[in-house]
RNA sequence: GUGGGUGUAGCGUAGUUGGUUAACGCGCCAGUUUGUGGCACUGGAGAUCAUGGGUUCGAAUCCCUUCAUCCACCCCA
């Protein structure tokens, strides 16, 4: 019979068990802070009616979502976990506790040319805080801090969570006459850490942007200092545009909370060039790099938005959310062997067998490991004994016991740590004592 | 959507002034070792050189087609 040629779709991430252990670690360590921090645990459908999807229309998610129709239904796959989520607040506000604050952990389609680092499917880890009309902006605080206790435990210490405020750019931009093209500006002016200063220029001089104002923004970006120094420079610019004041004094309160939220200082930081390029943010917005492996780009991204369910409901609903890309994060650390080899077995224990006559009762101590609470696998096929050995070997599991007529006889059991080779009989007890500990 | 690169065993590559049986490393399987994995040694399996066509006495190598894939831009996580 001919063959179908097995392959698996460009831009889908398929790893093989090592790694694929490596990654639910990551994800395990970001589920754990988010219910750390009180967030509760929500899952919604991959697929959507499109009109849900879409009805916020237009550009880029238009172009990128897979769409398809099954019957009469127009359907969509997710390309993000914040529709959705605004979909669930305006179906089930009446039953909610707000501020809501929820965890979703899920993939998410988008129909782009694949790319390093860009994928098709791909892991979202969103949090948000969504509140019923009103939404305090220390909650704006509270984010940096939990991403600070999760990228702590995955392992990085040098990271900074990059701060601004849209109100801020908007506000100069707005005292500068500069309100048509502000979006574009702010693409550009977005860019900044991978074009550089010069660039930038260049691409504002695109859209007409005379070369006096650049200069003002470029002045206005390059504030150099310390947050608290950085603070006060703003101020004396003594740029008298309400939304920059508002923007400013709401940055000002950000950072007081974030202290309070113990981040320590040297994770975070202001940093006026961050602008994101989704429209939809209208005030704090956040994005965090790794220092030593800047070349990432943003590992998680976010900031407040005013009204999440707009196209669902009347009701405002303000919100502050982040987002860890994990597909993406995790290529480029495996890409630059960046995750330790802590573990990469499931089981502590290969139970294996002699011979087949050792069969019943290697069964039954693996039995009793299981009872005990240790991960343990036995080794059921009929082949040599160097092949069952040789599989502890390639799954890296620490420990195997080895059973045959002596220790049955004897009543202890062989237990062999794979590392070092040494092997010992030992009591079951024992046994279980040492694999725990 | 726009522009560029690349397709040779499972993976990574060598082989291009066209010349017999396509080479190497890793991996895989077996044996040396019938109660012991990794290391070493020995042997083995595995490739219609992406596809279709053309040029030629002769094509992995030159030309064209198609397909696949990668990178960059756009945009984003």
Redesign the pocket.
């Known amino acids: 019979m001919a063959k179908t040629i097995a392959r698996t779709?460009?831009g889908f991430m398929e790893l093989l068990p090592e790694d694929q252990i490596k990654f639910n670690n990551m994800m395990d360590i970001i589920r754990k802070n988010y219910e750390k921090a009180g967030f509760l645990p929500l899952d919604t459908p991959i697929i959507e009616s499109s009109e849900v999807l879409l009805a916020k229309a237009g550009g880029?998610t238009e172009k990128q979502i897979y769409r398809f129709e099954k019957g009469d239904n127009d359907l969509s796959l997710r390309f993000d976990l914040t529709v959705p989520l605004a979909k669930y607040v305006a179906i089930n506000c009446n039953n909610l506790a707000f501020p809501f604050r929820r965890y979703q952990i899920g993939k998410v389609y988008?129909g782009?040319?694949?790319?390093?680092g860009?994928?098709r499917e791909?892991y979202?880890c969103d949090i948000d805080i969504i509140g019923d009309g009103k939404l305090s902006i220390k909650n704006e605080a509270e984010m940096p801090s939990i991403i600070y206790n999760i990228f702590n435990e995955l392992g990085f210490n040098n990271f900074t969570i990059h701060i601004n405020n849209r109100k801020i750019l908007n506000g100069l931009f707005e005292e500068l006459g500069l309100t048509d093209t502000s979006v574009d500006v702010m693409?550009i002016i977005d860019?900044l850490d991978k074009i550089g200063f010069e660039k930038v220029c260049t691409e504002l001089e695109k859209i007409n942007i005379s070369k006096p104002i650049i200069e003002k923004i470029v002045e206005f970006l390059e504030i150099q200092g310390e947050t608290n120094e950085k603070i006060e420079k703003i101020e004396k610019l003594n740029i008298n545009n309400e939304k920059f004041k508002t923007g400013l004094e709401e940055l000002k309160e950000v950072i007081k909370y974030i202290r309070l939220f113990k981040v320590p200082e040297e994770n975070f930081m202001i940093d006026l060039t961050i602008a994101r390029?989704?429209d939809y943010y209208t005030g704090t917005v956040y994005e965090t790099t790794l220092n030593d492996y800047k070349q990432i780009?943003?590992?998680c991204?976010g900031g407040r938005y005013d009204n999440l369910a707009e196209y669902y409901t009347d009701k405002k609903f303000p919100g502050v959310g982040i987002?860890i890309?994990l597909?993406?994060l995790f290529d480029k650390l495996i890409e630059l062997d960046l995750i330790k080899n802590k573990k990469t077995s499931i089981s502590d224990i290969l139970v294996v067998p002699?011979?087949e006559e050792d069969m019943e009762y290697s069964i039954n101590i693996t039995s009793k490991l299981r009872e005990n609470n240790i991960k343990t696998e036995v080794y059921l096929e009929d082949k040599k004994?160097?092949?069952k050995?040789?599989y502890a070997?390639r799954q890296s599991i620490p420990y195997i016991v080895?059973i045959?007529?002596?220790?049955r006889k004897e009543n202890l059991l062989?237990l062999?740590t794979?590392?070092t080779?040494e092997?010992e009989k030992l009591k079951i007890e024992d046994i279980i004592n040492k694999v725990k500990g």
Do not use: C, N, W
């Open positions: 779709l460009p880029e988008r782009e040319r694949p790319q390093k860009r994928y791909f979202q693409r860019k390029g989704l780009g943003s590992v991204s987002s890309g597909t993406r002699a011979s004994l160097k092949a050995i040789k070997d080895v045959g007529e002596d220790e062989t062999k794979m590392e080779g092997q």
